[in-house]
């Protein structure tokens, strides 16, 4: 045998010392510091109150705790069972029997229609209501038959008929959706994929399409044309002098400033945009009874829109009919992602993955952009942190990236502005360096300066020129403005004809070229936000929005400033937005109040 080993003596020897029985100190020491069940029954009925009649009696004792007692509870309860002071909640087997049956088929408040409750009362499945017996109760009930109900169907039946007199609202519907999805900016991730579309029919709104607006707008489809049907000849100003009434305002006030507006290429429409989210399509008709109606409206929330523009079909021929028109509208915040909004559908889509790779790090933001006159591109204004820019361009098609112009300018890129014939741009840099870029050659194609130079702030191109000339572009006006409010005013009909027609070269275009402006227009003070030439090239309207009334119109090719218009009690205020409609007819602009006013030009 193996002999124990000390371990196990000293477990013996302690199971043997707690078997022993307690001996009387221990006893009384245990009693003084616990006590025991005859000292604790006798302090029980020392401190039993003493009552008096129809009095609330205080009976202090030893520890001086006060003990309230009613006089009506002087029954002795300390000879009374438990099983008789306590009972259990069995549920409602004691309610009456069309009670207990609805509550067997009565759905719990926390279904998946409402949120879940933070305490539920179990008293409501005893509680029974009569809705036959009240008279503002009786139209709760189901069926004629329908009398007694549990206070848990109680409860649903009132939240039931709330809901039928007060509907959710639509803009608490967006929100529970848009709570459902996951709360992420698609553009701050990257992955291989070129483009995601996100559908407006979950997560974002959607408006009505075209051919129903155009419909309700009555006089609308008789009005629809292209610009060279307005008028039969061709349409001349005369310069100095201009013939302009003030018509109805298209908007008397909004929520923020006008930052966009644009006339639709065929159609009378006007679309305005601003900060507030809201984008607004009006109809163009300031006669009455109903001048400029508003004919839809899209708010994208948390989307300041800085820019919007309509995007024309890319195809030759002008479409006329609303029901196959493919008419886009694009919209752009300081976001890395834009909407495009079909007025044929109505369907609003949410573009994330137009860029990648290193040309998506570029373009931080999608803000500033443009749209070819021929339809098949739009053009992002880029910057990098190295003090340069780039121009990204896009397919409006399939919304795929074509081609990037890069451009070295200190302070990067200025502005930009597309082609006449929409195959390329001229990109301007806040050096004044203007480079023009051929999207068919994925090159640029000449380089000049601009005179001055002096803060560049706005480039824009307009114009034709008449049959027989060759300028680059098919634009016949080139316009630069600067932060000191000097506009240079360029005929590219002297320029390189070689360019001009697209023909290739050896080697790149220097920057000796240094152009003469064919007018400087020194009438502003304040920097040039706003240049605009008119569709046939006879007026240039230029603004700048950082002082009231800083808005005028220029005749061309006189290049002279018409002196009439506007005066000093015109009420433009700082103007936010300038859009001249095609036809030339209608002259709109947006101040930083959200007022749109609409002047209607003459011959």
């Given at each position: ?14 199971n ?7 001996d009387?100190v ?17 302090s029980l009925?020392?401190r039993?109150p003493q ?7 205080r009976?202090?004792?030893s520890?001086?705790?006060e003990?309230?007692?009613l006089?009506d509870q ?7 069972a438990?099983?008789d002071?306590f009972?259990l909640?069995?549920?409602?087997g ?11 088929h009565t ?6 229609s409402?949120?879940q409750?933070t305490?539920?009362?179990?008293d409501d499945?005893?509680i029974t ?6 008279t503002?109760l ?6 004629e038959?329908d009398?007694v109900v549990s ?6 039946r009132?939240?039931?008929q ?6 959710t609202?639509?803009?608490v519907k ?8 996951s ?6 991730k990257?992955t291989?994929s ?9 997560s ?10 155009l ?24 310069p ?8 109805k ?7 923020s ?6 006339f ?6 006007l679309?305005a ?9 009006y ?8 001048p400029?109606?508003i004919?839809?409206s899209?708010?994208?929330?948390g ?12 195809s030759?021929t ?9 008419t ?9 992602y834009?909407?495009s909004?079909?007025?044929s559908?109505?369907?609003v889509?949410?573009v ?39 121009i ?5 098609e ?5 081609c ?10 200025a ?7 929409g ?7 806040k050096?004044?360096e ?7 050659s994925?090159?640029?194609v000449?380089?000049w300066i601009?005179e ?8 824009a ?20 403005g600067?932060s ?7 005929d590219?009909r002297?320029?390189?004809t070689?360019a ?9 275009p220097?920057?000796d ?5 064919a007018?400087v227009?020194e ?8 240049i605009?030439?008119s569709?046939d090239?006879?007026?240039l309207?230029?603004?700048s ?7 005028r ?7 002279t400033v018409y ?6 009690k ?5 103007v936010s ?5 095609p ?5 709109a ?9 609409l002047?209607?030009?003459s011959?």
């Open positions: 045998m193996v002999a124990p080993t000390n371990a196990k003596k000293a477990d013996d020897r302690r043997q010392t707690d078997a022993l029985e307690k009387e221990e006893l009384r020491l245990e009693k003084a510091l616990f006590g025991d069940d005859a000292g604790f029954l006798n009925a020392g039993k009552q008096a009649e129809g009095a609330l009696t009976v202090y004792g520890s001086d705790l003990i309230p007692r006089e002087q029954d002795n309860l300390s000879e009374v438990d099983e002071l009972f909640d069995a549920g409602t004691e309610l009456p029997i069309p009670v207990s049956k609805d509550l067997e759905e719990p408040l926390h279904s998946s409402h949120a409750p305490w539920y009362d179990s499945d005893r209501v009569s809705l036959a017996s009240n503002r009786r139209k709760l009930r189901d069926t038959s009398d206070g848990r169907q109680y409860i649903q009132l939240r039931r709330y809901e039928s007199l007060h509907p609202p639509d803009w967006y929100a529970r959706k848009k709570r459902k999805l709360a992420q900016d698609d553009g701050d990257d291989d070129d483009v995601s579309m996100d559908e407006g029919s979950d974002l709104p959607s408006a009505q399409p075209l051919s129903e607006l419909r309700s707008a009555g006089s609308l489809t008789s009005t629809a044309r292209q610009p060279s049907q307005e008028h039969k000849g061709p349409r001349k100003l005369r100095e002098v201009i013939d302009i009434q003030r018509t305002d298209v908007a008397a006030s909004g929520p400033s006008i930052d966009s507006l644009q639709h290429p065929y159609y009378p429409l679309i945009a601003g900060p507030s989210s809201m984008a607004t399509i109809h163009v008709s300031p006669h009455p009874p109903n400029n109606p004919l839809t899209l708010h994208l929330k989307t300041p829109i800085h820019t919007a523009a309509f995007c024309r079909p890319s030759t002008a479409v006329t009919d609303a029901e196959h028109d493919q886009h509208i694009f919209l752009s915040s300081r976001r890395r834009f909407h909004w079909s007025l559908t109505g369907v889509k949410k994330t993955r137009a860029l990648y790779g290193d040309t998506r790090k570029e373009q931080r933001t999608m803000e500033s952009f443009k749209v070819s006159p021929c339809g098949r591109y739009i053009g992002l204004v880029g910057s990098s942190r190295k003090g340069g820019g780039s990204n361009v896009l397919s409006t399939t919304m795929q990236w074509v990037s112009c890069r451009v070295d300018s200190r302070g990067g890129v502005d930009f502005a597309w082609w006449r014939n195959n390329g741009f001229a990109v301007v840099g050096n004044g203007v480079s023009e870029y051929d999207i068919d994925r090159r640029v000449a380089r601009d001055g130079a002096v803060g560049i702030t706005v480039i191109l307009g114009g034709a020129p008449s049959p027989g000339q060759a300028c680059r572009g098919g634009s016949l006006w080139v316009a630069v600067s000191s409010g000097v506009v240079n005013l360029y590219r002297g320029w390189s070689e001009a027609e697209g023909a290739a070269t050896t080697n790149p220097g920057t070229e240094r152009p003469k402006p007018r227009l009438q502003l003070v304040t920097p040039i936000s706003h605009e030439f569709e090239g006879q007026m309207v230029m603004g929005r950082w002082k009231k009334g800083a808005l119109l220029v005749h061309l090719p006189s290049c002196r009439n218009w506007p005066t000093d015109t009420p433009l205020g700082r937005a300038v859009a001249l409609s036809d030339g007819r209608y002259l602009v947006g101040n930083d109040q959200g007022k749109i006013k002047w209607e030009i011959e």
